[in-house]
């Protein structure tokens, strides 16, 4: 059996679902493996990743309005120190994943038709406000032959 792991970078710019599918597959095509399992693991606690829809934009907006009226950042939550977004974020990537297992299948990412990977940045602001970028790291983990 092969191991693979390799570290990605995504940058991210305010609350959104970022598409990662091809990154993801780039690696696993790299790693030289034909059959296995790919584990994808977000290193932050204020964004997530799931598998959803990818061709209808309209499943996306709908989640992420669904989860903004789910876990609205007006509440009065007590952790704060990195703005008004933080803990709500943190609630968000709970409710979601922080890593997916994803099959191997001749050299690539096994996944449905309409499914796509994607990392949800739940984060949108700096702590004065204002609108920021976030470099999000996602370790990739593929074992197989």
């Known amino acids: 059996m092969k191991l693979h792991q390799q570290v990605i970078q995504v940058k991210t710019s305010g609350k959104c679902l970022h598409k990662i599918t091809s990154q993801v597959n780039d690696v696993v095509i790299n790693s030289g493996i034909k059959t296995g399992l ?6 932050h ?5 799931i598998i959803q829809e990818n061709a209808d934009p309209d499943v996306l907006a709908d989640l992420s309005s669904f989860f903004n009226k789910l876990v ?24 979601t994943s922080t890593s997916e297992n994803i099959i191997i299948r001749q050299g690539r990412l096994w996944l449905g038709t309409w499914q796509g990977l994607y990392l949800w940045e739940h984060r949108m602001r700096s702590q004065s406000g204002a609108a920021r ?8 983990h593929i074992q197989g032959e």
């Open 133 to 140: 970028s976030h470099l999000r790291q996602i370790a990739i």
């Open 72 to 95: 609205p950042e007006s509440a009065d939550y007590l952790h704060s120190a990195e703005g008004v977004d933080d803990m709500p974020s943190h609630i968000r990537s709970v409710l």
């Open 45 to 49: 606690t204020s964004a997530s990743l």
């Open 38 to 43: 790919c584990t994808v693991f977000i290193l």
